[in-house]
């Protein structure tokens, strides 16, 4: 919901680990190498994002065309650079489509959420953890906020 990366490691140790070593006890000596050796991968953690302190203070945050994604002055107003401004029309079609699509996709995963609850008429109250659908229906709400932001960009 706030933009925070999720946090593999108590995910992996809490969540994954202990059952897995649960199931594969009776089968291996040393469970403790199921999580760790050359056969796993590393994570790597993403940078802060912008706050008071870090290196994070010291980057500035430049609004991009929508087209080509090239840095756009704050002197040029709208959301494409000048060489885009021609196929305007066909990128806020494009833009127009993504955010359709993500409506429909949260509309189905609102409504399962809801036949789930067992009421079609109230709001979904559900933080069910173990739910798959809750979490794509998270991730698809935080895309359809960024999708709007980016449809509200255009002069129209």
Same mark, same amino acid.
């Given at each position: 919901?706030?933009?925070?990366p999720i946090d593999v490691d108590y995910y992996l140790h809490n969540q994954l680990?202990? *059952?897995?070593? +649960?199931?594969? =006890?009776?089968? &291996? ?8 050796? %050359? ?15 870090g290196i994070m203070m010291f980057a500035v945050k430049t609004a991009q065309c ?15 650079? *000048?060489?885009? +401004?021609?196929? =305007?029309?066909? &990128? ?8 359709? %699509? ?55």
């Amino acid at each position: 919901d706030n933009n925070l990366p999720i946090d593999v490691d108590y995910y992996l140790h809490n969540q994954l680990s202990k *059952p897995l070593q +649960r199931i594969f =006890e009776p089968i &291996i000596e040393n469970t403790d190498t199921l999580l760790s050796g %050359d056969h796993t991968r590393t994570i790597c953690k993403p940078t802060p994002t912008a706050k008071k302190g870090g290196i994070m203070m010291f980057a500035v945050k430049t609004a991009q065309c929508l087209g080509c994604k090239t840095p756009i002055s704050d002197k040029e107003h709208g959301s494409l650079c *000048p060489r885009c +401004r021609s196929r =305007e029309a066909e &990128i806020y079609m494009q833009k127009s489509a993504h955010l359709s %699509d993500l409506e429909q996709s949260f509309s189905r995963l609102w409504t399962e959420c809801q036949r789930c609850q067992g009421s079609m008429h109230h709001d979904v109250l559900c933080s069910n953890c173990d739910c798959p659908i809750f979490y794509k229906r998270k991730k698809v709400q935080k895309d359809l906020e960024d999708a709007q932001a980016t449809v509200d960009r255009f002069d129209w």
